[in-house]
């Protein structure tokens, strides 16, 4: 263990967060005073980088150390096989490990539960029960049956489009109250050093926020009014202007307080039982949320800042209360717990399985932090390292088949056409770094931003760079030398990874299936009452 190195880690996601709506991040609303008074211990990140825009991929990362297109989770392969998770690793070591979280996709369905000695998903549409045991393995069966996949993704999607509208506390939609108990319990209870990861719900659509939260922060705001189904507006098959938008971001405030007001409440406990100062914690979100932004209402069908640019707080005896501008990915936490407890990983939970081992170049505890070309030529290196100097990151994305579905379904209602040769139906990787992002995407033309003079990424540079300067309004031989790197550099991961994501033509377009009239009565009569059935 390092010097002076709390024993025990706390790691925190606030799911479906972005940055600019948390008061350490500039936001002119009280959003959070919690994490405001944080930054007194913490290192606040601007430049975290999640390797993915959803939950499922992000958190499969965090856990495994691995990239997407490494532990290969995703919604068309909704879970983690073949990987041994940090978890399972701490464990083995002796920590007391739990996991809570209201997420449909961290369960023992997905196996990213795997490891933990306690876990509970406070799920009410799929009770924890049903996603272990017998029945977990039943629920796999009937997802690796490609005909019956639609309505294995269908069921889980639905648990995150309803969990929220089955909570209690306060008369309200979140089961955070629960999550903070339970953590508290099992904390307050753990015998030895302590391993805790929670997953907190609030600010992932549906918004119906607490009541005392939603009267401070959208006291004119009916939840009920206000377009809460992404797919409708991004099938074209609603319209949000902008006082509705208003709205909206209001009650995500309103979400986004009540998760800071809940974590008050856990620092608050850790403090008073002396706890604090023998426990690392970590504050990050798995992905952001658009607004409308670049014409998109959630987190799907892009790599845009808003979503991959994500909050990020440590509070570590090593790290400095202070403000770092370097570029760091969340990938780089897996490291870094391990060596703030001082494990070594790398040893496979079962035989076969991938195990990473400790890796202090991708620590941000260690001063070799990000020094990757001390791995030239090793054979133990991963795809970043193999094809970067450590100054970039990279994030990919496969198509979400579940929310695909539905888009498809509510543009069919509308009588809207979706283009096949669309970002809906594009898988897309990309490769960041402080001032500038290139995005290969595999239907649509590639998009590069100079994020250092276009931050809001609303100038795609992509064709501009190659063509000639006297004919366009910018120095393009300076954004053509960053761009141009990137991209390079983006090639040179894919080719570490398998290869490029160019050809459309291999990957199917049906996302549907025919499922629905195999299923039974009561699971029929289910989905019609939650609104995934007319």
Same mark, same amino acid.
């Given at each position: 263990?390092?010097?002076?190195?709390?024993?025990? @880690?706390?790691?925190?996601?606030?799911?479906?967060?972005? !940055?600019?709506?948390?008061?350490?991040?500039?936001?002119?609303?009280?959003?959070?005073?919690?994490?405001?008074?944080?930054?007194?211990?913490?290192?606040?990140?601007?430049?975290?980088?999640?390797?993915?825009?959803?939950?499922?991929?992000? /958190?499969?990362?965090?856990?495994?150390?691995?990239?997407?297109?490494?532990?290969?989770?995703?919604?068309?392969?909704?879970?983690?096989?073949?990987?041994?998770?940090?978890?399972?690793?701490?464990?083995? =070591?002796?920590?007391? +490990?739990?996991?809570?979280?209201?997420?449909?996709?961290?369960?023992?369905?997905?196996?990213?539960?795997?490891?933990?000695?306690?876990?509970?998903?406070?799920?009410?549409?799929?009770?924890?029960?049903?996603?272990?045991?017998?029945?977990?393995?039943?629920?796999?069966?009937?997802?690796?049956?490609?005909?019956?996949?639609?309505?294995?993704?269908?069921?889980?999607?639905?648990?995150?489009?309803?969990?929220?509208?089955?909570?209690?506390?306060?008369?309200?939609?979140?089961?955070?109250?629960?999550?903070?108990?339970?953590?508290? *319990?099992?904390?307050?209870?753990?015998?030895?050093?302590?391993?805790?990861?929670?997953?907190?719900?609030? &600010?992932?659509?549906?918004?119906?926020?607490?009541?005392?939260?939603?009267?401070?922060?959208?006291?004119?705001?009916?939840?009920?009014?206000?377009?809460?189904?992404? !797919?409708?507006?991004?099938?074209?098959?609603?319209?949000?202007?902008?006082?509705?938008?208003?709205?909206?971001?209001?009650?995500?405030? &309103?979400?986004? $307080?009540?998760?800071?007001?809940?974590?008050?409440?856990?620092?608050?406990?850790?403090?008073?039982?002396?706890?604090?100062? *023998?426990?690392?914690?970590?504050?990050?979100?798995?992905?952001?949320?658009?607004?409308?932004?670049?014409?998109?209402?959630? /987190?799907?069908?892009?790599?845009?800042?808003?979503?991959?640019?994500?909050?990020?707080?440590? !509070?570590?005896?090593?790290?400095?209360?202070?403000?770092?501008?370097?570029?760091?990915?969340?990938?780089?936490?897996? /490291?870094?717990?391990?060596?703030?407890?001082?494990?070594?990983?790398?040893?496979?939970?079962?035989?076969?399985?991938?195990?990473?081992?400790?890796?202090?170049?991708?620590?941000?505890?260690?001063?070799?932090?990000?020094?990757?070309?001390?791995?030239?030529?090793?054979?133990?290196?991963?795809?970043?390292?193999?094809?970067?100097?450590?100054?970039? &990151?990279?994030?990919?994305?496969?198509?979400?088949?579940?929310?695909?579905?539905?888009?498809?379904?509510?543009?069919?209602?509308?009588?809207?056409?979706?283009?096949?040769?669309?970002?809906?139906?594009?898988?897309?990787?990309?490769?960041?770094? +402080?001032?500038?992002?290139?995005?290969?995407?595999?239907?649509?033309?590639?998009? $590069?931003?100079?994020?250092?003079?276009?931050?809001?990424?609303?100038?795609?540079?992509?064709? $501009?760079?190659?063509?000639? &300067?006297?004919?366009?309004?910018?120095?393009?031989?300076?954004?053509?030398?960053?761009?141009?790197? +990137?991209?390079?550099?983006?090639?040179?991961?894919?080719?570490?990874?398998?290869?490029?994501?160019?050809?459309?033509?291999? @990957?199917?377009?049906?996302?549907?299936?025919?499922?629905?009239?195999?299923?039974? =009565?009561?699971?029929?009569?289910?989905?019609?009452?939650?609104?995934?059935?007319?």
């Amino acid at each position: 263990m390092l010097a002076e190195s709390p024993e025990n @880690v706390l790691f925190v996601v606030m799911d479906t967060v972005r !940055k600019d709506h948390l008061s350490p991040y500039g936001y002119d609303r009280p959003t959070t005073p919690t994490l405001d008074s944080f930054t007194t211990d913490a290192t606040v990140f601007e430049e975290a980088v999640a390797p993915a825009p959803w939950t499922l991929p992000v /958190h499969a990362s965090l856990f495994t150390g691995l990239y997407p297109s490494q532990h290969g989770a995703s919604q068309e392969n909704p879970y983690l096989e073949g990987a041994t998770t940090i978890a399972q690793t701490l464990s083995a =070591a002796g920590y007391q +490990t739990a996991c809570y979280s209201s997420n449909a996709w961290i369960t023992p369905y997905t196996h990213l539960t795997d490891g933990f000695d306690d876990q509970d998903n406070f799920f009410e549409v799929m009770p924890g029960e049903f996603l272990s045991g017998p029945l977990a393995r039943a629920w796999k069966t009937l997802n690796d049956n490609e005909s019956l996949r639609t309505l294995a993704d269908t069921l889980v999607s639905l648990g995150n489009t309803a969990h929220e509208y089955f909570a209690g506390g306060e008369g309200a939609d979140s089961k955070t109250p629960a999550v903070i108990d339970r953590t508290i *319990e099992f904390i307050d209870t753990a015998d030895g050093e302590f391993f805790t990861f929670i997953n907190l719900m609030d &600010a992932h659509l549906p918004y119906h926020p607490p009541a005392s939260f939603r009267e401070e922060f959208a006291p004119d705001v009916d939840s009920d009014a206000v377009c809460q189904n992404s !797919k409708e507006y991004n099938a074209g098959a609603r319209s949000i202007d902008a006082e509705e938008w208003a709205d909206i971001q209001a009650l995500y405030d &309103a979400e986004i $307080a009540h998760i800071d007001a809940q974590l008050g409440r856990l620092f608050g406990w850790l403090q008073q039982e002396g706890l604090w100062d *023998e426990t690392m914690v970590i504050v990050c979100a798995d992905h952001g949320e658009l607004h409308g932004e670049h014409g998109i209402y959630g /987190h799907e069908f892009c790599l845009y800042d808003q979503l991959v640019n994500v909050p990020l707080l440590i !509070k570590h005896p090593q790290l400095d209360a202070a403000r770092r501008h370097d570029q760091v990915e969340l990938i780089d936490l897996y /490291h870094t717990v391990l060596d703030a407890v001082d494990i070594d990983g790398g040893n496979p939970n079962s035989p076969g399985e991938t195990a990473i081992a400790r890796d202090r170049t991708r620590s941000l505890l260690s001063d070799s932090y990000r020094d990757f070309e001390s791995h030239a030529g090793s054979p133990d290196s991963d795809p970043a390292q193999q094809s970067s100097d450590g100054s970039y &990151a990279f994030i990919e994305y496969s198509r979400p088949v579940v929310e695909l579905k539905q888009l498809e379904e509510k543009a069919a209602a509308a009588g809207v056409s979706i283009s096949e040769d669309s970002r809906f139906y594009s898988r897309m990787r990309a490769a960041r770094r +402080t001032d500038a992002k290139y995005v290969r995407i595999d239907r649509i033309p590639d998009e $590069a931003y100079r994020l250092d003079s276009d931050p809001d990424e609303q100038n795609s540079v992509a064709d $501009a760079m190659n063509a000639d &300067a006297t004919d366009i309004d910018m120095n393009i031989e300076t954004k053509a030398d960053a761009i141009t790197a +990137t991209e390079a550099t983006l090639t040179a991961f894919e080719s570490a990874v398998g290869g490029a994501w160019t050809d459309a033509d291999g @990957v199917s377009n049906d996302v549907t299936g025919d499922t629905v009239a195999e299923m039974d =009565a009561d699971a029929q009569e289910r989905l019609r009452d939650l609104g995934y059935l007319e």
